[in-house]
């Protein structure tokens, strides 16, 4: 929503806590088979700080979290010979909540994601209601039948699903197979049989986004349903670090045409959802190479003026003010209709093979919301504690500040807001056919919070590959402090996130690409700090230059971002050097592993100071200057590039780097090599490099052939294609 202070350390102990359950590291042993109406707890003795005397207790509301608790712990080793205990409990089906008393310490069980908040069971006479977190588990009734999605498939025209049922009661009598678009069924699909195992194959399809709806129904008439999807587009087999994404503040971005600037910087543009679908079917996104399409917040947000933490005015432009759970804001429509303005967008972004995701905004909503003026008691953080306040600092307050003093806080601590939150996400996903969400400010609700989401999004429909993106928005500050609040939200097996921003390298690409501070080789040990913190998680961390809540990149280059964004904003340059150097950066970024990030305005060199200076209109694209245009051209061959070549996807290897130089070689199995060459020098030079490819590779961007020694003009990039590849344009 709003920039943060760059928070260091405020969640220390929870890392250490959960570092190397986020890595995906030491794993429980495999269990023996278990009944399905039966918890299985486990714990080690290194989740607590002191030596273990005696054994734990296993303490849950099946008996009102009685003391002594269960004791009958079997020990287990892992693959690595860590010592584990587990302990089997059969239940009726259900929903309990759970925890492990270690030496008088309260804990969760390792190796369940899923928590919720309740008073103290070692201290019931405090009265706090959710003073500590305890693991949670729904025990399911195995007497009805299931249906599992093992496998969806797309091909360039076709979509393969396999699946199984579950025996419950009774045996499977019979399943029927339902294809859609998202507008109109398709209709019935045959299904191919082999006792509780099936197959469904749909033929014949043309490019775009698809719905498949199982239906099974057992001997006794008991039924069970499960929903897949997935894009048919010329490449298959794509994952999130084969995508781009685009993000759109939608106030900001187009109207009927080329927006005007507003009155002021906390005014409304007048941007619309009808402005981004013309720019889909214009192609803007496809010249580009963008494959997923992020939307600021659709929410109904309030109408007038409100007084900023700056003292100026500001309008809801940017919807982070949501006044309504299920409401797409009219003023987001040029006839006022914001939902079927939202549907019209997803139709034509699925139709060119775009997926789309909503900025989700779980914190806080505006104060005249329904859910205030029903649960203001006990539904949100209480007394107000405005973020950043002299006695309300970041760090100690992150769960509980206030934004303003007209957003109330929610407590996601109480399970009631939790079930009626995520149950709105999942009410966003499923009537508006998303592909994922941006969620906003996750460092400001329990983390429990954000793994009941994902679990949730992630289990309402089988996808694979691009087709379901949650990113996390965890504002951080540079190095590996940034770097260790990040992990405490990855780790794919914990119901962790997709991915996250990666704000230290993004400093870190501001403090040499723009600003000139340390080499290109300090920038590569950042990555590298990168990859090495982030590994093991299954995340695919999301890199860009900037965002909303930050200074435009080319004007941290042209050195004037500091200018106040009320009286004294940047102006937009006119030397192409900065220009180059904002290619450079976007060159490095877009050919990271993971997924880059565009944020709108950067293809053309943007100029922006802070929110709100960094969320100017869009230019006129027939208005652009010679620079912005000369921009414009080679990113979106970048762009194109990226996603055609999955070399550019692919192993990345330095060939040489010095401070001002960097030569990159890149390759895929059975994929075209590419090698990309970066300078940040002032004058032309070149380098010996060795094992470059074979071949005539040509520059994307000039007439340089690739050899050795390499071509460095001063503040260049050079992508090197096979002369032939269809790649070129």
Same mark, same amino acid.
């Given at each position: ?38 918890? $299985? ?41 860590? &010592? ?49 977190? $305890? ?42 197979? !339902? ?55 010329? &490449? ?86 949501? &006044? ?42 505006? !104060? ?76 400001? $609700? ?26 996390? /928005? ?49 920038? /590569?040990? &950042? ?100 620079? !912005?245009?000369?921009?414009? /051209? ?22 040489? $780097? ?72």
């Amino acid at each position: 929503m709003a920039r943060f202070p760059r928070l260091i350390g405020f969640m220390s102990a929870l890392v250490a806590l959960v570092a190397t359950a986020s890595s995906g590291c030491s794993s429980a042993p495999s269990a023996d088979q278990t009944s399905p109406r039966t918890l $299985v707890a486990w714990f080690r003795a290194t989740q607590i700080a002191t030596a273990l005397d005696g054994m734990p207790e296993l303490i849950g509301s099946w008996n009102g979290w009685q003391r002594p608790g269960l004791t009958a712990w079997q020990t287990r080793h892992d693959a690595d010979g860590g &010592e584990w205990l587990r302990l089997a409990l059969p239940l009726d089906p259900g929903v309990y909540q759970y925890a492990i008393v270690a030496d008088g310490t309260l804990v969760t069980d390792y190796q369940n994601p899923r928590t919720t908040y309740v008073a103290d069971p070692l201290d019931p006479q405090s009265g706090a209601p959710y003073a500590v977190e $305890v693991s949670e588990i729904e025990i399911a009734d195995d007497s009805l039948p299931t249906l599992v999605v093992d496998r969806v498939t797309p091909t360039v025209d076709s979509i393969s699903l396999e699946a199984h049922f579950v025996r419950g009661a009774a045996a499977l009598d019979q399943v029927v197979a !339902q294809l859609s678009n998202g507008a109109e069924s398709l209709g019935a699909l045959s299904v191919v049989r082999n006792g509780n195992r099936f197959t469904v194959n749909a033929r014949g399809l043309q490019p775009g986004k698809y719905h498949l709806r199982l239906s099974a129904t057992d001997q006794l008439g008991h039924s069970a349903a499960a929903d897949a999807s997935a894009f048919v587009e010329a &490449e298959t087999g794509r994952t999130l670090g084969d995508g781009l994404l685009y993000q759109i503040v939608i106030d900001r971005f187009r109207g009927d045409g080329a927006l005007g600037p507003p009155s002021t910087p906390g005014e409304r543009a007048g941007g619309t959802l009808d402005g981004v679908r013309a720019m889909i079917e214009s192609g803007y996104f496809d010249q580009l190479g963008v494959t997923h399409l992020w939307l600021s917040p659709v929410y109904r947000n309030p109408t007038g003026e409100f007084v900023g933490s700056d003292g100026h005015l500001y309008r809801a432009y940017h919807g982070y003010w949501p &006044e309504d759970p299920r409401g797409v804001d009219p003023l987001l429509a040029k006839n006022g209709d914001g939902e079927a303005a939202l549907d019209q967008v997803i139709a034509s972004a699925h139709g060119r093979g775009l997926r789309v995701l909503l900025d989700a905004v779980p914190n806080h909503v505006f !104060q005249n919301h329904p859910y205030y003026a029903s649960h203001a008691s006990d539904w949100f953080n209480l007394p107000a504690c405005i973020c950043g306040a002299a006695d309300c600092d970041w760090g100690s307050h992150i769960e509980t500040c206030w934004f303003a003093n007209y957003l109330p806080d929610l407590n996601w601590r109480d399970p009631e807001v939790m079930t009626q939150g995520v149950s709105d996400l999942a009410w966003w996903s499923s009537r508006f056919d998303l592909d994922g969400f941006r969620i906003d400010a996750v460092p400001m $609700v329990p983390r429990a919070a954000t793994r009941r989401i994902v679990h949730t999004v992630r289990n309402m429909t089988t996808r694979n590959g691009m087709d379901s993106f949650l990113l996390g /928005e965890n504002y951080t500050g540079a190095g590996d402090e940034g770097r260790s609040e990040l992990t405490a939200y990855l780790g794919l097996t914990f119901d962790g996130l997709d991915s996250e921003f990666d704000f230290p390298l993004m400093w870190a690409m501001r403090d040499v690409i723009a600003h000139g501070n340390g080499g290109m080789d300090a920038l /590569e040990d &950042e990555f590298t700090a990168s990859e090495r913190a982030f590994a093991g998680s299954g995340a695919t961390m999301t890199h860009m230059l900037d965002n909303h809540d930050t200074t435009r990149f080319l004007s941290e280059i042209a050195g004037d971002a500091d200018g106040d964004p009320w009286a004294a904003p940047p102006v937009q340059p006119t030397d192409l050097t900065v220009y180059q150097r904002q290619l450079l950066a976007t060159a490095f970024m877009m050919t990271l592993p993971g997924m880059p990030v565009i944020y709108y305005g950067d293809e053309l060199g943007l100029a922006g100071a802070t929110d709100p200076d960094s969320r100017r209109v869009l230019p006129d694209l027939t208005q652009l200057s010679t620079s !912005q245009s000369w921009l414009f /051209e080679r990113i979106s061959k970048l762009g194109r590039a990226r996603k055609c070549l999955p070399a550019l996807r692919g192993q990345r290897t330095v060939l040489f $780097v010095d401070a001002d130089h960097e030569v990159l070689r890149y390759d895929a199995h059975g994929a075209e090599t590419v090698v990309l060459s970066l300078s940040r020098g002032s004058e032309n030079t070149s380098s010996l490099v060795s094992d470059l490819p074979e071949g005539n590779y040509v520059d994307l961007f000039s007439s340089h052939t690739l050899g050795s020694p390499i071509a460095l003009d001063a503040l260049s990039v050079g992508l090197y294609l096979p002369a032939e590849s269809r790649c070129r344009e």
